[in-house]
């Protein structure tokens, strides 16, 4: 008997069952995770899922959604063929084509577009999904465009700015080692669930935790010595006011501050407009709580903070409240030591695991000339170190035809409920002449596009994957592509062969490509498949803790930047700040008549257990746990409103409406709502202006943008 089956024998006792487990992963959640599967398969079916116990990352745990995959990949709109639209957009009416006709069509399209505008008038988008995009990036760029968008217009990429405009491009908290966490706008237990064993473990062993977040949350219950439960969208005051209390008590390090930091003077003379009452009033926060957080985090050290992949950087002061937070810790030499925030590099798909990729080499080899980028004035500081379009002002770039016309729009995983005002998005495809989306569903976006190409799940394919410690993957599928679907990197191989690009390595596959990026780390494709599990890779070295102290921050002065020499450079011309200042959430539009027209302040999209973004709201089992859509109100604002729970109310601004049932809760603060997102009935992105952006990174202010609420 096989190990295998043994193990099946333990768990189906007295079974001939003629099932196989099989290893895969969990491709549902953020590339940080991405669990070990155990798979349950007969008869090329899929029975059940299970968290894998000996795979190094997740050791056996999955999460709500992991959970859902049977259900997620069984999906009753699973797209069977490729599909040509014959109905209006939107409509969704199409007829099933063969994929030689779809991509004889597209690839048609796209190179006319190509002669008659110029290779940039086609935009190239994803949505979440990350595992195809070196691949993808490269594809864009071996056709010519630097169109080149993803998901980071909105999500991850403003925090890694902040960064690197600090000291370095990824760093992250030393949780093991540490005596004091801030767990600042932290939504593990929802979001990243993996991250909570740490904490679990730093309470049980007698560390302290202040979780500083806009509701009540399991973590602040369960976990805060001090809790500060602010306004939202304060945080950046918060931050300086903590910076003056640690000036004013002497508890700066003042030996990192000299050796290691730039800048010190003016933010010192800047942060002192922070006093302790002014601060208590910006954030609703009393003073002895700010005080005794202040003190925990600055006197029981080492201590460090999590960072926040979107909340923070999702708000108009976005940038700089991760820059003030940043700052903190090195206010307080929390910086590259044990149990502080630790600088660290990505291996592959934005995951440290320990050893060097030649990812963006790959994709950068081929890149066209990158100033063409639309928007590269607009915002300057996305554009100093990105090498991606921000897609935000998608529908403002189609809509004026400036700087040049976008005539087709190419989408894997494309969402329009990804963008703020939505709507405006979806009118701006009339003047679009050709959309292709790809998706597993048939989705509302999907249902605008001219071609919809079918990809299939991680569970159909094979795909690379790193972990920390130093491990890599090659997953193989546990079951074939359900109807005709494809993977998404075949799919873009064989298109690309259709448009006969020139370029040799892209044509060979999608793993001659990953053989060419994890060149150097010790193992080929065909060594990985060797293995069900992760293995470890022979040349993985993890960076000891103190090398950037040692060899010097990525900032233009080789130090941490409490001004920001980057910024400086686009204070003039744009009247950007290098120190991390304070605004308010609604200084693009501070008219008191605004204010009074839309006097609460929404949350588009607090992160709930039972669906990651739109993917989940279709499984029966998700819907079962939250039926309907809801907007989080305080009863304290429903009584004023005469709102009962479950009443109909609609959530609106000048940008858009949805309309949805009330849930009262005291979680929440007087003076905001909370609407969770990717819903189609309910589609909250429609109600926050596409104009309400960060200016420094482009973001747009999903957490406490301006709107107004009325019983419908
Ligand atoms: N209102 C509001 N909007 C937000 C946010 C918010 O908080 N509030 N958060 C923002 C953030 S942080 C993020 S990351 C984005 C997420 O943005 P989205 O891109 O909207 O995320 P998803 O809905 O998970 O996925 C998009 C599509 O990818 C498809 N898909 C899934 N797997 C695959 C695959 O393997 N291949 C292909 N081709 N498609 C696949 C899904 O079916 C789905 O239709 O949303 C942003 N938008
Ligand atoms: N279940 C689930 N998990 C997910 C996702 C999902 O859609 N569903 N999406 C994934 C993605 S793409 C991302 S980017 C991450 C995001 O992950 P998180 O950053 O954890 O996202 P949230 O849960 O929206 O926000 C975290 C916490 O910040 C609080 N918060 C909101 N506004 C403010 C504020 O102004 N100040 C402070 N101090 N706190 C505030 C919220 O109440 C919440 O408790 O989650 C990932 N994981
Ligand atoms: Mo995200």
């Not at 494309?414 to 009339?430: G, R, S």
């Not at 249902?447 to 090659?474: N, T």
């Not at 609106?652 to 049932?661: A, D, E, F, N």
């Amino acid at each position: 008997m096989t190990e295998l089956e043994r193990k099946i024998k333990a768990k189906i006792p007295g079974a001939d069952t003629g099932i196989e487990v099989k290893k895969s992963l969990c491709a549902i959640c953020s590339p940080g995770n991405h669990c070990g599967l155990d798979v349950y398969v007969k008869d090329g079916k899929i029975l059940k899922v299970e968290g894998t116990p000996e795979h190094p990352y997740n050791q056996g745990h999955i999460c709500t959604k992991g959970a859902m995959n049977r259900a997620y990949i069984y999906r009753k709109d699973r797209i069977r063929t490729p599909l040509r639209r014959v109905g209006k957009r939107g409509e969704g009416k199409f007829e099933p084509i063969t994929w030689e006709e779809a991509y004889a069509e597209i690839a048609e399209k796209l190179n006319r577009v190509k002669d008659d505008y110029g290779a940039n008038s086609v935009a190239f988008t994803t949505g979440y999904c990350k595992w195809y995009r070196p691949y993808y990036h490269r594809f864009v760029y071996a056709f010519g465009s630097v169109n080149y968008s993803t998901d980071d217009c909105t999500c991850y990429r403003a925090m890694v700015l902040a960064n690197e405009c600090t000291m370095c491009r990824a760093q992250g908290p030393d949780i093991a080692h540490t005596n004091t966490l801030m767990a600042w706008a932290w939504g593990g237990f929802y979001s990243d669930h993996l991250s909570v064993g740490e904490v679990e473990e730093l309470k049980a062993r007698g560390g302290k935790i202040v979780v500083i977040d806009s509701r009540i949350t399991r973590a602040s219950q369960r976990f805060a010595d001090v809790f500060l439960h602010i306004r939202p969208g304060t945080d950046g005051a918060l931050a300086l006011g903590m910076a003056k209390i640690i000036l004013d008590n002497g508890w700066a390090d003042m030996d990192f501050i000299r050796r290691y930091t730039y800048g010190f003077e003016e933010y010192a003379a800047y942060v002192k407009q922070f006093d302790l009452e002014r601060v208590a009033r910006i954030t609703g926060l009393n003073l002895a709580d700010i005080m005794e957080a202040t003190r925990l985090f600055a006197t029981n050290g080492p201590a460090c903070c999590n960072f926040s992949a979107s909340t923070l950087t999702q708000q108009y002061n976005g940038f700089q409240t991760h820059r003030a937070i940043l700052c903190l810790l090195g206010l307080t030499g929390n910086i590259d030591r044990p149990g502080g925030n630790i600088p660290s590099s990505n291996t592959y798909l934005c995951r440290p695991a320990g050893f060097k990729s030649r990812e963006s080499q790959y994709y950068m080899e081929k890149a066209p000339d990158l100033t063409q980028m639309f928007l590269y004035d607009k915002f300057p500081i996305w554009y100093e170190y990105c090498h991606e379009t921000q897609a935000i002002t998608l529908a403002d770039v189609i809509l004026s035809g400036e700087p040049y016309p976008i005539k087709a729009l190419y989408g894997v995983g494309m969402n329009f409920k990804m963008y703020p005002q939505t709507d405006k998005l979806v009118k701006a495809l009339d003047q679009i002449d050709f959309f292709v989306n790809t998706d597993l569903f048939m989705t509302y976006t999907s249902k605008f596009a001219d071609i919809v190409l079918p990809c299939c799940s991680s569970l159909e394919r094979g795909e690379f994957k790193v972990y920390p410690g130093g491990y890599g993957v090659y997953t193989k599928p546990v079951i074939q592509p359900l109807y005709e679907s494809k993977s998404d990197t075949d799919i873009l191989c064989e298109l690309a062969r259709y448009m006969e690009l020139d370029d040799p390595l892209l044509l060979e596959g999608y793993e001659a490509s990953v053989d060419y990026i994890m060149q150097g780390c010790g193992l080929t494709v065909e060594q990985f498949k060797q293995s069900d599990l992760p293995v470890k890779m022979p040349n993985a070295a993890p960076t000891p803790v103190g090398t950037t102290l040692r060899n010097g921050f990525t900032t233009p002065s080789g130090k941490f930047e409490f001004y920001s020499n980057v910024v400086a450079r686009y204070e003039k011309s744009h009247g950007l700040s290098p120190l991390p200042v304070y605004i308010p959430s609604f200084a693009d539009d501070p008219s008191p008549e605004f204010a009074r027209e839309y006097p609460f302040f929404l949350s588009a999209g607090c992160r709930i257990p039972n669906t990651l973004h739109s993917r989940l709201h279709e499984v029966p089992w998700s819907r079962a746990i939250r039926p309907e859509p809801m907007v989080e109100i305080h009863p304290d604002d429903a009584r004023r409103l005469d709102i009962h729970d479950g009443d109909l109310v609609e959530v609106y601004s000048p940008s858009g409406s949805v309309t949805v049932k009330a849930m009262l809760t005291r979680r929440i603060h007087t003076g905001t709502v909370e609407v969770a997102h990717g819903y189609t009935e309910a589609n909250i992105s429609q109600v926050v202006s596409d104009q309400h952006q960060n200016p420094y990174t482009g973001f747009p202010g999903y957490k406490a943008s301006r709107c107004n609420i009325r019983k419908v």
